[in-house]
């Protein structure tokens, strides 16, 4: 099977899905050939074990995001086949529109693949699984940290073509965020607040944790439609950002259902919440049933004995 | 002037438990029914920049007879041309076939922008906007989170967010943003009865993909829960030793 890889980028550097993206595609005995926009991260994709080739793909129209220009230049370097790409704000657009360049279906967010191609990929925001099966040539974005990644020690060989696409999205103004934070859709671990931390200072306590975790900081709706201080690109949920890290740690989080259904696909989940009635147990690997401000001291100074 | 085209979609409340019955979602047990969390978004920037620069919306929804409701819903507040795009087998439409039949709505209805969520609360694909930008030869600015006139937008960047313009024609998808929803006077009420609804037929090709059936997401096995603030160091040891996340 011919598997062409939209390579997932960060700024010029590879985004480590991308390795996930090509452990999926090799799974199904393909050797993939990883496109990458603009020649971001060319290099280390060239080193991922099992990739066919490399092919860096530039051309103006890089230089800012327009998934029209992107697919239009991106669908032009690929080969007949499966299009696989990750299911990013990015990913989906670029990948939704090069199936309908192509006039073939797209799948989005799959969990789990296999020869033919049989797909599944969550529905109502993960309460239910759909399985679909794509006889001919179709495009799919995977979701991240779902798949095994392939390890490295490759060196595919790697050839640059040049491509146009007509950018019709203008930058007028950047705005950098209110601060350098992690974004919750990048980090491996989150800690998220919610209406139980009282107010938005008290999420000064889950921001000194982050940082000694690397993680991020979410929130809840309600804190973020209760408190201005915490923007909404920290939501986590139905209305929110839908996260898959290792770990995710929500504090005074009641765990409303369209709260979980942003985080409950977390690989592990921990609670701390003075409710022993609460939902959000019900979803947690390990539920702590204590108020925040006496859990959370503990927890600083467990987790800077074992860093 | 602007002609705007929302595409609003029907879906189960999202407090709606969700019951796999033989292999498939059973909608039957489903008691209420919403527009799509994001659509709502879409719909006010589209009723704020029609008012701003004169222009009117259509609303557009793709479903069963019990999707009016969207559109009356719209009616309600204010919006005169309501077309709900009926299919056989409407559920088991590929992404093909849904961005086809309502790419041929929104030409139909003239528009040269079309509003839409970011992505359904059922289906959660985010296909369709850019899927209908491709088919229209427009422009698609994605997961919009604020906007200031029809062509003026907020989008989330890597690094904070931009501010971008667009030209016509151009889709647009939306998420939250920070305008408040409007609701109903009793009098939008009263003109949402008598509104009038056409009914078109989707048009479109035999799908490419085989509809296998659902089933309920995996359960995870029950956790474990500790009392008391005392318990912390022995979570911390179970997330480094156990689930080796630390
Ligand atoms: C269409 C729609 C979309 C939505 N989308 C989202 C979404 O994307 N994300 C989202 O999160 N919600 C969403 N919601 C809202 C959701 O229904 C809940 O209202 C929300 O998640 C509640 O947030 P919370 O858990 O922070 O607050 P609450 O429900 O008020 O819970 C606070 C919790 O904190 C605990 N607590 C209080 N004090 C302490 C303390 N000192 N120490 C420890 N624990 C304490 C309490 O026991 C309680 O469980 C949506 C709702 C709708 C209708
Ligand atoms: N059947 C439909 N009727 C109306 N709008 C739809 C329909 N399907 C998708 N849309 C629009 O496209 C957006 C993204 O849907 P999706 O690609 O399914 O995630 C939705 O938020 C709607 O605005």
Redesign the interface.
Same mark, same amino acid.
């Given at each position: 099977m011919d598997i062409t890889i939209i390579a997932e980028t960060?700024?010029d550097n590879l985004h480590p899905v991308t390795s996930q993206l090509v452990g999926a595609a090799t799974s199904l005995g393909a050797s993939p050939t990883v496109l990458c926009a603009g020649g971001a991260g060319a290099d280390a994709a060239a080193g991922i074990a099992g990739v066919g080739k490399v092919l860096s793909v530039v051309g103006d129209c890089f230089s800012t995001?327009?998934?029209?220009a992107w /697919?239009t230049a991106l669908d032009a370097a690929a080969g007949a086949g499966v299009i696989i790409g990750a299911a990013s /704000?990015q990913g989906?657009?670029?990948v939704?529109?090069i /199936?309908?360049?192509r006039?073939?279906?797209?799948?989005?967010?799959v969990v789990a693949i296999s020869q033919g191609l049989?797909m599944t990929?969550?529905?109502?925001?993960?309460?239910?699984?759909?399985?679909?099966?794509?006889?001919?040539d179709?495009a799919v974005t995977l979701r991240s940290n779902t798949f095994p990644p392939a390890g490295d020690g490759g060196s595919a060989e790697s050839a640059t073509v040049q491509q146009s696409g007509d950018v019709?999205? /203008?930058?007028?103004?950047?705005?950098?965020?209110a601060s350098a934070r992690l974004?919750v859709s990048d980090a491996d671990?989150i800690i998220s607040g919610g209406r139980g931390m009282g107010n938005p200072d008290n999420f000064e306590h889950l921001y000194a944790l982050s940082e000694k975790?690397g993680a991020a900081v979410g929130a809840s709706r309600a804190a973020v439609d209760t408190w201005d201080e915490i923007p909404?690109?920290m939501?986590v949920g139905?209305?929110?950002k839908t996260v898959n890290p290792?770990?995710y740690i929500a504090v005074g989080i009641s765990g409303a259902?369209?709260h979980l259904?942003g985080m409950r696909t977390s690989?592990?989940?921990?609670a701390i919440n003075k409710d022993?009635e609460a939902p959000i147990?019900k979803?947690?690997?390990?539920?702590?049933?204590?108020?925040w401000e006496?859990?959370l001291p503990?927890?600083g100074d467990?987790?800077a004995k074992?860093? | 002037m602007v002609e705007i085209a929302v595409l609003l979609k029907q879906v189960?409340d999202?407090?709606a438990?969700?019951v796999?019955v033989n292999g498939r979602?059973d909608e039957s047990a489903i008691a209420s029914w919403v527009t799509s969390?994001?659509d709502e978004y879409a719909f006010e920037a589209a009723l704020q920049h029609t008012e701003a620069a004169g222009g009117s919306v259509t609303a557009i929804t793709l479903g069963p007879e019990r999707a009016d409701k969207v559109l009356k819903d719209a009616a309600a507040l204010g919006v005169t041309k309501l077309v709900r795009i009926w299919q056989d087998e409407w559920q088991d439409l590929?992404?093909?076939q849904v961005?086809s039949a309502l790419a041929n709505a929104v030409k139909a209805a003239g528009a040269e922008l079309v509003y839409c969520g970011k992505q359904s609360?059922?289906?959660?694909?985010?296909?369709t906007?850019?899927?209908?930008?491709?088919?229209l030869g427009?422009?698609?600015?994605?997961?919009v989170?604020d906007s200031y006139s029809a062509g003026?937008y907020?989008r989330?960047?890597?690094?904070?967010?931009?501010?971008?313009?667009?030209?016509s024609p151009?889709v647009v998808t939306f998420?939250?943003t920070?305008h408040e929803l409007r609701r109903p006077n009793v009098r939008g009420i009263m003109m949402a009865k008598r509104a009038q609804i056409e009914v078109v037929g989707g048009d479109v090709n035999a799908s490419?993909?085989?509809?296998?059936?659902?089933?309920?997401?995996a359960q995870?096995p029950a956790?474990?829960?500790?009392?008391?603030?005392d318990?912390?160091?022995e979570?911390?040891g179970?997330?480094?030793d156990e689930?080796k996340?630390?």
């Open positions: 960060q700024g995001f327009d998934g029209g /697919a /704000a989906r657009d670029v939704a529109r /199936a309908a360049r006039g073939i279906p797209v799948v989005q967010d049989t990929h969550p529905i109502y925001s993960g309460k239910a699984m759909q399985e679909v099966t794509v006889g001919g179709c019709k999205i /203008a930058v007028q103004e950047a705005i950098a965020k974004d671990i975790l909404h690109s939501q139905q209305t929110g290792s770990l259902i369209q259904a690989k592990y989940i921990v022993p147990f979803v947690a690997d390990y539920g702590i049933v204590s108020t006496e859990a503990i927890l467990e987790i074992i860093l | 189960p999202t407090n438990k969700i796999v979602v969390p994001y590929d992404s093909t961005q609360a059922d289906r959660n694909q985010g296909s906007g850019p899927g209908i930008a491709e088919i427009a422009a698609c600015v994605t997961e989170s003026s907020l989330p960047t890597a690094s904070g967010s931009e501010k971008v313009t667009v030209s151009a998420t939250k920070q490419q993909v085989n509809f296998n059936g659902h089933s309920s997401p995870k956790g474990k829960t500790y009392q008391g603030s318990s912390v160091p979570v911390v179970l997330l480094r689930a996340v630390l």
